[in-house]
T-cell receptor, first 112, second 116 residues
Framework: QKEVEQNSGPLSVPEGAIASLNCTYS??????FFWYRQYSGKSPELIMS????GDKEDGRFTAQLNKASQYVSLLIRDSQPSDSATYLC????????????FGAGTRLAVHP | DTGVSQDPRHKITKRGQNVTFRCDPI?????LYWYRQTLGQGPEFLTY????????KSRLLSNRFSAERPKGSFSTLEIQRTEQGDSAMYLC??????????????FGSGTQLSVL
Protein backbone atom coordinates (compact mmCIF):
# COMPACT_ATOMS: atom_id res chain seq x y z
CA GLN A 1 0.00 0.00 0.00
CA LYS A 2 1.31 3.42 -0.97
CA GLU A 3 1.71 5.95 1.81
CA VAL A 4 -0.37 8.59 0.05
CA GLU A 5 -2.98 7.60 -2.51
CA GLN A 6 -4.84 9.72 -5.01
CA ASN A 7 -7.03 8.97 -7.99
CA SER A 8 -4.89 9.81 -11.02
CA GLY A 9 -7.84 11.14 -13.02
CA PRO A 10 -8.26 12.95 -15.23
CA LEU A 11 -11.08 14.64 -13.40
CA SER A 12 -13.00 16.70 -15.90
CA VAL A 13 -15.37 19.44 -14.73
CA PRO A 14 -17.13 22.26 -16.54
CA GLU A 15 -16.15 25.85 -15.88
CA GLY A 16 -17.92 27.21 -12.82
CA ALA A 17 -18.47 23.80 -11.21
CA ILE A 18 -17.00 22.46 -7.98
CA ALA A 19 -14.01 20.16 -8.37
CA SER A 20 -13.50 17.63 -5.59
CA LEU A 21 -10.11 16.01 -5.14
CA ASN A 22 -9.47 13.25 -2.65
CA CYS A 23 -6.48 11.73 -0.90
CA THR A 24 -5.96 8.98 1.67
CA TYR A 25 -2.84 8.33 3.72
CA SER A 26 -1.57 5.35 5.62
CA UNK A 27 0.45 6.76 8.55
CA UNK A 28 -1.93 7.42 11.44
CA UNK A 29 0.55 9.66 13.24
CA UNK A 30 0.77 12.18 10.38
CA UNK A 31 -0.09 15.66 11.57
CA UNK A 32 0.37 18.01 8.64
CA PHE A 33 -1.19 17.84 5.21
CA PHE A 34 -0.69 19.88 2.08
CA TRP A 35 -2.12 20.41 -1.37
CA TYR A 36 0.23 21.45 -4.15
CA ARG A 37 -0.69 22.48 -7.65
CA GLN A 38 1.64 21.59 -10.51
CA TYR A 39 1.26 22.87 -14.02
CA SER A 40 2.77 20.79 -16.79
CA GLY A 41 6.53 21.25 -16.90
CA LYS A 42 6.57 23.42 -13.78
CA SER A 43 7.46 22.82 -10.15
CA PRO A 44 4.86 22.25 -7.42
CA GLU A 45 3.41 25.28 -5.66
CA LEU A 46 1.68 25.16 -2.29
CA ILE A 47 -1.98 26.15 -2.33
CA MET A 48 -3.29 24.85 1.02
CA SER A 49 -2.06 23.36 4.24
CA UNK A 50 -4.20 21.85 7.00
CA UNK A 51 -3.47 20.11 10.28
CA UNK A 52 -6.70 20.16 12.27
CA UNK A 53 -9.78 18.08 11.63
CA GLY A 54 -12.47 19.95 9.76
CA ASP A 55 -12.48 22.50 6.98
CA LYS A 56 -10.08 25.27 6.08
CA GLU A 57 -11.08 27.80 3.47
CA ASP A 58 -8.91 30.13 1.40
CA GLY A 59 -10.67 31.93 -1.40
CA ARG A 60 -12.10 29.39 -3.83
CA PHE A 61 -10.22 26.55 -2.14
CA THR A 62 -11.40 24.48 0.83
CA ALA A 63 -9.29 21.74 2.37
CA GLN A 64 -10.99 19.10 4.50
CA LEU A 65 -9.26 16.77 6.92
CA ASN A 66 -10.58 13.69 8.71
CA LYS A 67 -7.79 12.06 10.70
CA ALA A 68 -9.99 9.21 11.92
CA SER A 69 -10.64 8.18 8.33
CA GLN A 70 -7.12 9.21 7.21
CA TYR A 71 -8.66 11.28 4.48
CA VAL A 72 -7.88 14.70 3.04
CA SER A 73 -9.79 16.48 0.32
CA LEU A 74 -9.61 19.68 -1.67
CA LEU A 75 -12.63 21.47 -3.06
CA ILE A 76 -12.25 24.09 -5.76
CA ARG A 77 -15.32 26.25 -6.18
CA ASP A 78 -16.16 28.13 -9.37
CA SER A 79 -13.53 26.15 -11.28
CA GLN A 80 -11.71 28.05 -14.00
CA PRO A 81 -9.77 26.75 -17.01
CA SER A 82 -6.65 28.16 -15.33
CA ASP A 83 -7.19 25.61 -12.54
CA SER A 84 -6.39 22.83 -14.99
CA ALA A 85 -3.30 21.22 -13.50
CA THR A 86 -2.16 18.24 -11.46
CA TYR A 87 -2.99 18.47 -7.77
CA LEU A 88 -0.59 16.74 -5.44
CA CYS A 89 -1.54 15.68 -1.94
CA UNK A 90 1.39 15.64 0.49
CA UNK A 91 1.73 14.40 4.04
CA UNK A 92 4.51 15.34 6.42
CA UNK A 93 6.68 12.32 7.09
CA UNK A 94 8.39 11.35 10.32
CA UNK A 95 11.38 13.31 11.51
CA UNK A 96 9.84 16.67 12.23
CA UNK A 97 11.64 18.61 9.54
CA UNK A 98 8.89 19.03 6.96
CA UNK A 99 9.89 16.06 4.81
CA UNK A 100 6.90 15.55 2.54
CA UNK A 101 5.50 12.32 1.15
CA PHE A 102 3.59 13.01 -2.05
CA GLY A 103 0.81 11.17 -3.77
CA ALA A 104 0.96 10.62 -7.51
CA GLY A 105 -1.41 13.50 -8.13
CA THR A 106 -4.82 13.96 -9.70
CA ARG A 107 -5.00 15.64 -13.07
CA LEU A 108 -7.83 18.18 -13.22
CA ALA A 109 -9.21 19.47 -16.52
CA VAL A 110 -11.66 22.38 -16.42
CA HIS A 111 -13.38 22.83 -19.75
CA PRO A 112 -15.14 26.03 -20.85
CA ASP B 1 10.01 32.55 -9.34
CA THR B 2 10.26 31.14 -5.81
CA GLY B 3 13.85 32.26 -5.24
CA VAL B 4 15.25 28.71 -5.40
CA SER B 5 17.54 28.35 -8.41
CA GLN B 6 18.55 25.14 -10.08
CA ASP B 7 21.15 24.61 -12.76
CA PRO B 8 21.07 23.30 -15.41
CA ARG B 9 17.42 23.27 -16.43
CA HIS B 10 17.98 20.38 -18.79
CA LYS B 11 20.71 17.76 -19.00
CA ILE B 12 21.09 15.07 -21.65
CA THR B 13 23.74 12.48 -21.02
CA LYS B 14 24.78 9.06 -22.18
CA ARG B 15 24.41 6.02 -20.00
CA GLY B 16 27.45 5.55 -17.78
CA GLN B 17 28.38 9.22 -17.57
CA ASN B 18 28.46 11.23 -14.35
CA VAL B 19 26.27 14.28 -13.91
CA THR B 20 26.11 17.01 -11.28
CA PHE B 21 23.26 19.37 -10.53
CA ARG B 22 23.34 22.53 -8.46
CA CYS B 23 20.73 24.12 -6.23
CA ASP B 24 20.87 27.59 -4.71
CA PRO B 25 18.21 27.88 -1.99
CA ILE B 26 16.70 31.07 -0.67
CA UNK B 27 19.59 32.66 1.20
CA UNK B 28 18.26 32.56 4.76
CA UNK B 29 16.81 29.05 4.50
CA UNK B 30 18.46 26.42 6.68
CA UNK B 31 16.69 23.37 5.28
CA LEU B 32 17.29 21.98 1.82
CA TYR B 33 15.64 18.98 0.19
CA TRP B 34 16.17 17.02 -3.00
CA TYR B 35 13.27 15.25 -4.67
CA ARG B 36 12.97 13.25 -7.86
CA GLN B 37 9.85 13.18 -10.02
CA THR B 38 9.08 10.88 -12.92
CA LEU B 39 6.24 11.32 -15.38
CA GLY B 40 2.86 10.68 -13.83
CA GLN B 41 4.23 10.43 -10.30
CA GLY B 42 4.54 12.79 -7.39
CA PRO B 43 7.91 14.01 -6.16
CA GLU B 44 9.86 11.33 -4.30
CA PHE B 45 12.05 12.36 -1.36
CA LEU B 46 15.77 11.78 -1.88
CA THR B 47 17.66 13.60 0.85
CA TYR B 48 17.56 16.44 3.38
CA UNK B 49 20.09 18.91 4.75
CA UNK B 50 19.91 21.04 7.86
CA UNK B 51 22.56 23.65 7.16
CA UNK B 52 25.59 21.64 6.01
CA UNK B 53 24.56 18.37 7.70
CA UNK B 54 22.90 15.68 5.61
CA UNK B 55 20.40 14.30 8.11
CA UNK B 56 18.44 11.84 6.02
CA LYS B 57 18.95 9.95 2.81
CA SER B 58 16.21 7.86 1.25
CA ARG B 59 16.71 4.09 1.32
CA LEU B 60 15.68 4.14 -2.33
CA LEU B 61 18.79 6.15 -3.19
CA SER B 62 21.54 3.97 -4.54
CA ASN B 63 25.19 4.58 -3.67
CA ARG B 64 25.63 6.12 -7.13
CA PHE B 65 23.91 9.22 -5.78
CA SER B 66 25.69 11.67 -3.52
CA ALA B 67 24.73 15.11 -2.30
CA GLU B 68 26.62 17.84 -0.54
CA ARG B 69 25.88 21.21 0.95
CA PRO B 70 29.20 22.79 1.83
CA LYS B 71 28.98 25.69 4.27
CA GLY B 72 25.22 25.28 4.39
CA SER B 73 24.64 27.35 1.28
CA PHE B 74 24.23 25.85 -2.21
CA SER B 75 23.89 22.11 -2.71
CA THR B 76 25.04 19.70 -5.38
CA LEU B 77 23.59 16.34 -6.35
CA GLU B 78 25.87 14.00 -8.26
CA ILE B 79 24.84 10.84 -10.05
CA GLN B 80 27.64 8.52 -11.04
CA ARG B 81 27.43 5.96 -13.85
CA THR B 82 23.99 7.14 -14.92
CA GLU B 83 21.36 4.62 -15.97
CA GLN B 84 18.29 5.12 -18.11
CA GLY B 85 16.15 4.69 -15.00
CA ASP B 86 17.71 7.86 -13.60
CA SER B 87 15.84 9.93 -16.19
CA ALA B 88 13.58 12.21 -14.21
CA MET B 89 13.03 15.76 -13.00
CA TYR B 90 15.27 16.51 -10.02
CA LEU B 91 13.67 19.10 -7.76
CA CYS B 92 15.32 21.09 -5.03
CA UNK B 93 13.33 22.76 -2.29
CA UNK B 94 14.21 24.88 0.71
CA UNK B 95 12.47 26.07 3.85
CA UNK B 96 13.40 28.47 6.63
CA UNK B 97 13.97 25.84 9.33
CA UNK B 98 12.40 27.85 12.12
CA UNK B 99 10.94 24.74 13.71
CA UNK B 100 7.31 25.65 13.25
CA UNK B 101 4.91 23.13 11.82
CA UNK B 102 3.46 23.56 8.37
CA UNK B 103 6.60 25.34 7.24
CA UNK B 104 6.27 26.06 3.54
CA UNK B 105 8.63 24.40 1.10
CA UNK B 106 9.78 26.52 -1.82
CA PHE B 107 10.57 24.46 -4.90
CA GLY B 108 13.00 25.33 -7.65
CA SER B 109 12.15 24.85 -11.31
CA GLY B 110 13.99 21.55 -11.42
CA THR B 111 16.62 19.90 -13.59
CA GLN B 112 15.24 17.55 -16.24
CA LEU B 113 17.68 14.68 -16.76
CA SER B 114 17.51 12.47 -19.84
CA VAL B 115 19.83 9.47 -19.97
CA LEU B 116 20.22 8.02 -23.46
Amino acid sequence: QKEVEQNSGPLSVPEGAIASLNCTYSDRVSQSFFWYRQYSGKSPELIMSIYSNGDKEDGRFTAQLNKASQYVSLLIRDSQPSDSATYLCAVEGSGGYNKLIFGAGTRLAVHP
Amino acid sequence: DTGVSQDPRHKITKRGQNVTFRCDPISEHNRLYWYRQTLGQGPEFLTYFQNEAQLEKSRLLSNRFSAERPKGSFSTLEIQRTEQGDSAMYLCASSPGTGIINEKLFFGSGTQLSVL
